[in-house]
């Protein structure tokens, strides 16, 4: 999904009946007639962002989801990754799940160069620390090795956007 340049052409045939409803509310949405089909044909980030943390409300599915939106925010670039996290989620989260969502996008927003949102950063730490394993062995080690956006909202895991444990 990286910034891909547009270099293919797409010819629909429509009535013009058809052409003037498509111009019309492609206008009312602010958009050109190519970015109106587009936005209604293609999924836009920011919905599927929405999609990816409302996911995360189920328990058994959350680990899943959260590996999913892992692998999704590491493929976008920085214009993408800027536009589909602007918005904040709406689903309703637990503490834990709203602090791991505000820390990848963090995250990936410090690895992209881009300034994380302001919706993310409002978003309160954990009061007490989360652990990435139950192992008591490995506590020192994730507490050194954390990235900084899980460990300023007292998260302690050894991987994070685009790597895999």
């Known amino acids: 999904m990286r910034n891909?340049?547009?270099?293919?052409?797409?010819?629909?045939?429509?009535?013009?009946?058809?052409?003037?409803?498509?111009?019309?509310?492609?206008?009312?949405?602010?958009l050109d007639m190519s970015a109106y089909v587009l936005s209604r044909v293609l999924p836009t980030t920011t919905s599927r962002f929405a999609t990816l943390c409302a996911s995360c409300r189920d328990p058994e599915q959350a680990r899943f989801a959260l590996a999913e939106l892992n692998s999704w925010l590491a493929e976008l670039g920085s214009t993408e990754l800027r536009q589909a996290v602007a918005t904040e989620p709406t689903a309703d989260l637990d503490a834990f799940h709203?602090?791991?969502?505000?820390?990848?996008?963090?995250?990936?927003?410090e690895r992209e160069g881009a300034a994380p949102p302001a919706w993310a950063q409002s978003i309160p730490p954990l009061t007490r620390p989360a652990f990435g394993s139950e192992l008591l062995s490995l506590r020192l080690h994730l507490l050194t090795h954390s990235p900084a956006p899980f460990r300023r909202r007292n998260i302690f895991i050894d991987s994070t956007v685009g790597s895999r444990v």
Request: aromatic share 6%; proline share 0%; charged share 15%.
């Open 98 to 109: 709203r602090n791991y969502i505000a820390a990848m996008v963090e995250y990936a927003c």
């Open 4 to 30: 891909q340049a547009k270099s293919s052409q797409l010819q629909v045939r429509v009535s013009a009946g058809q052409k003037a409803a498509i111009s019309q509310a492609a206008k009312q949405a602010g």
